[in-house]
């Protein structure tokens, strides 16, 4: 089976760091996603590991551990416009399976 | 600039009549999909395609139908609308391979209200 595990809501102050955790058991791994999603807007790609490490790109960073099943999205300097869902979603490892997604999490940037 | 739309974009029906949600992309990509997301249980996958003519189920896929006769669209139609299938309605597309080229680009979204 696919299982995939976010918290589902978090709330953080303006100018902090947060770190949102997605946990995953899948029948396989070919690598991980994360998305960002406004209230009523369209999930938007936001990163992408397949390799054990962080990966940086700006203020965001995501970080995967394979052996762990763990992965986490990491969002420095937090500004108001943050306030979104955040989508953990796993592409298992077999041929023409599609991505596997969280439920999401729901962060609050507050002042 | 390439992209994904949706139409409608809002739509309202009574139970028991077809509705048909147009999905449209122009990236050329091989692979569409279609979800629903619902408070608490985030995006369910309905049905997906990795080709024309090529369809699939997804862990959602009763009371919903889809064709895929060229590239670019993939038409979601409701056979029998029911109240349980009132949601918001995201397409998306994916090139074709494994890894990085997974990446999902989604549509705008289609509010459907079933009364």
């Known amino acids: 089976g696919q299982n995939i595990d976010q918290p589902t809501e978090m709330t953080a102050t303006e100018g902090a760091i947060v770190q949102i955790n997605c946990t995953y058991q899948?029948?396989?791994?070919?690598?991980l996603f994360w998305y960002q999603q406004h209230a009523g807007e369209a999930p938007t790609f936001l990163s992408y590991?397949?390799?054990?490490g962080l990966e940086e790109k700006g203020r965001f960073s995501s970080f995967l551990s394979r052996s762990k099943g763990y992965s986490y999205l990491l969002l420095k300097e937090l500004q108001m416009k943050d306030s979104a869902s955040y989508l953990c979603?796993?592409?298992?490892?077999?041929?023409?399976?599609?991505?596997?997604f969280g439920k999401g999490t729901r962060l609050s940037v507050i002042a | 600039d390439a992209e994904i739309t949706q139409s409608p974009r809002h739509k309202i029906t009574e139970t028991g009549r077809q509705v048909t949600l147009a999905c449209h992309q122009t990236?050329?990509?091989?692979?569409m999909f279609w979800y629903r997301q619902d408070l608490g249980h985030g995006l369910r996958l309905i049905h997906y395609?990795?080709?024309?003519?090529?369809?699939n189920k997804g862990e959602v896929s009763d009371g919903y139908s889809v064709s895929r006769s060229n590239t670019e669209d993939l038409p979601l139609t409701l056979e029998s609308a029911a109240s349980s299938q009132t949601s918001v309605y995201f397409c998306?597309?994916?090139?074709?391979?494994?890894?990085?080229?997974?990446?999902?680009?989604f549509g705008p979204g289609t509010r459907l209200l079933v009364l």
């Open positions: 998306a597309s994916s090139e074709e391979g494994q890894g990085a080229f997974e990446t999902q680009y």
């Open positions: 899948t029948s396989g791994f070919n690598g």
């Open positions: 590991n397949v390799l054990d």
């Open positions: 979603a796993v592409s298992p490892l077999s041929g023409n399976t599609p991505l596997v």
């Open positions: 990236w050329n990509h091989n692979n």
């Open positions: 395609s990795y080709g024309v003519h090529d369809t």
